[in-house]
């Protein structure tokens, strides 16, 4: 819904031949996006999907490194050294 109040209003000062584009443009965001979706969606849901056999994010460890030494403390942070 907010996409669609974004883009009417972005397209209220548009010409009919940018609106056009900007429909077609639209539809073939949605259905690239789609695919995309569906098809991670899929092995999600597979039983035999296992989060563990998954490559770690490039730049993961370090966040989350950072994280835990700004925000973890008191037990957590005892526990941790």
């Given at each position: 819904?907010?996409?669609?109040?974004?883009?009417?209003?972005?397209r209220a000062t548009m010409s009919p031949d940018e609106v056009k584009q900007s429909h077609a443009r639209d539809k073939a965001a949605r259905k690239l996006m789609g695919r995309h979706f569906i098809s991670n969606f899929l092995k999600i849901?597979?039983?035999?999907?296992?989060?563990?056999?998954?490559?770690e994010p490039r730049g993961?460890?370090?966040f989350l490194t950072k994280f835990e030494a700004r925000y973890v403390r008191g037990a957590v942070a005892e526990m941790a050294a």
């Open positions: 819904m907010v996409s669609k109040k974004l883009l009417d209003h972005d849901c597979s039983p035999f999907y296992d989060t563990a056999k998954r490559r993961d460890r370090a």
